[in-house]
């Protein structure tokens, strides 16, 4: 089955994106999440349906940094920021060595489908969530994945002992926002 066919049927899912979802404990994988018309938190495992294509060599920033755009590859409308809306930590190598390409591959894998509204792509790796919350019809696009990841990087730079913490960019004008987080934080 093609990805853009278990992507259509997730569209059935959504009722009102809450203001945050919970993430559950999930294996490594890719899902598209929503809540159903009772407000129950409901997930479709698209994993199997996503090549594994390694991303391509662009520079991912782990270190921790000073806040400026130095970096900034896209033009983010206006209103656009970064946030760190603190919680639990996660391991910086299951986010930098696992789960950054696979969030790549699996947006990618998407091919510019427009996610319907109210529903967020997620990437599991060990303990990092990279995810997009589409709060209306949105698309997931790579180059926008990367600049809102090394922009929140850049204002996120919380490292110690290996981990690191929570961030996303929230992006109002296009009711979208691009993070990273641990299982089991609240996000969107």
């Known amino acids: 089955m093609k990805l853009s066919s278990i992507l259509f049927s997730s569209a059935a899912f959504g009722s009102a994106l809450s203001q945050t979802i919970q993430l559950p404990e999930l294996p490594d994988g890719s899902y598209i999440m929503s809540l159903d018309d009772d407000g129950k938190l409901t997930w479709t495992d698209i994993t199997a349906n996503v090549t594994s294509s390694p991303a391509p060599a662009i520079p991912k920033r782990d270190a921790a940094g000073s806040s400026s755009r130095i970096h900034k590859r896209f033009n983010w409308p206006s209103g656009t920021y970064p946030w760190c809306p603190g919680g639990d930590w996660f391991l910086l190598t299951d986010f930098y060595d696992h789960g950054w390409d696979a969030f790549y591959a699996t947006c990618a894998a ?14 599991y790796q060990g303990t990092s969530v990279s995810y997009m919350c589409a709060y209306t019809t ?15 990087a850049g204002n996120c730079h919380g490292r110690s002992n290996g981990w690191m913490e929570p961030g996303y960019l929230h992006v109002p004008a296009w009711n979208k926002r ?11």
């Not at 691009?178 to 969107?188: E, N, R």
């Open 110 to 123: 998407g091919g510019g489908y427009k996610f319907p509204r109210n529903t967020v792509l997620t990437e």
């Open 138 to 152: 949105n698309p997931c696009n790579v180059n926008e994945w990367v600049d809102a990841v090394n922009w929140a």
């Open 178 to 188: 691009y993070g990273y987080a641990k299982a089991g934080s609240s996000i969107c």
